[in-house]
């Protein structure tokens, strides 16, 4: 028996995107981290630090915690090293260029490099949401589409998902090198108003901004919200297919899940993602989130199939 044949292009992201290595690694995805500084010692997200690792420490830890964007160099090592692989085609994505600037590092970094076509994409999200798009691409390169129609898909995707959001009590917007307006938290300045116990559930929309849409001290109140919300774009598009997100404290995720038992819109879920270090850190322990998209853009079979071990 002969070799597998190569895929049609090789598929590139950044650690915001909340997979585990070994779940990109089974994907065929490259990886280029973002960096996770503690004090005066530097990790690289997912390899060096996982985020089961960093549940642990994040407590004692966060005060000394700043994250970082991957430098140009760290992009063109990578892209190099497919085109060493034998690739002419590079699909390279990235977290939303409203929250971090790597989305214009590598774009910078893609010019540098020759034998491939490098291209950029900006997946107006972070977290489950670039999981979602990634999950697009990397469905429709093993389907063997042309890389044009693939990266069109997957716009689509990006274009068209929503995620919702609700931080720690102890979030703010995380210091560092790449953080474009804030980073994440950067419109949402009421969650200054975390001394007295309030929590926000920001929306992550098609413009890759994060905003708030509510408030409230009650978790399930927000969760409601959130099914809400949910139902009101399911009425638009369909059933919907959905990933969650949780930074260490599953029963948080358990209240956000329990609205979601609803007849008003059909949704499946096709995995659960524990944020990685760099999202922890701007998130806080024990934020949760959902993002989601019709199902006819993503099935729920298509997403599982590369988002859950």
């Known amino acids: 028996m002969g070799p597998e044949p190569r895929p049609n ?48 420490s994040y407590s004692t830890a966060k005060g000394q915690i700043n994250t970082f964007s991957p430098t140009e160099q760290d992009f063109v090592n990578v892209y190099e090293a497919l085109v060493m692989q034998g690739y002419t085609e590079i699909v390279s994505v990235h977290v939303s260029s409203q929250m971090r600037d790597a989305y214009q590092i590598a774009v910078s970094a893609a010019r540098k490099v020759g034998g491939a076509r490098i291209q950029v994409m900006d997946t107006k999200g972070t977290s489950a949401k670039c999981a979602l798009v990634l999950a697009r691409l990397v469905c429709d390169r093993d389907f063997g589409r042309d890389v044009d129609e693939a990266v069109a898909r997957a716009v689509k995707v990006a274009e068209s998902a929503r995620m919702l959001l609700v931080p720690a009590h102890d979030a703010k917007p995380a210091r560092g090198v790449g953080h474009n307006r804030g980073g994440i938290l950067g419109y949402a300045g009421q969650l200054q108003r975390r001394a007295l116990g309030v929590r ?77 270090p760099s999202t922890t850190n701007q998130l806080g322990l024990g934020a949760v989130g959902i993002a989601f998209v019709a199902s006819s853009l993503l099935s729920p079979g298509e997403a599982a199939a590369h988002l859950k071990l």
């Open 9 to 56: 292009f090789a598929i590139v992201c950044d650690s915001a995107c909340d997979l585990s290595l070994s779940l990109l690694e089974r994907a065929g995805v490259a990886l280029v981290p973002l960096v996770v500084r503690i004090g005066d010692r530097a990790y690289r997200d997912c390899i060096d630090l996982n985020a089961a690792d960093y549940f642990v």
């Open 200 to 276: 926000s559930v920001l929306e992550v929309g098609a413009d890759g901004r994060a905003i708030e849409l509510f408030r409230s001290p009650d978790l399930s109140r927000l969760a409601g919200g959130m099914a809400r919300k949910m139902s009101a774009y399911a009425h638009e598009v369909g059933p919907l297919t959905y990933v969650e997100i949780n930074a260490g404290v599953p029963r948080s995720l358990a209240i956000v899940e329990k609205p979601l038992v609803t007849n008003e819109f059909e949704s499946t879920r096709a995995a659960i993602l524990d944020t990685n």
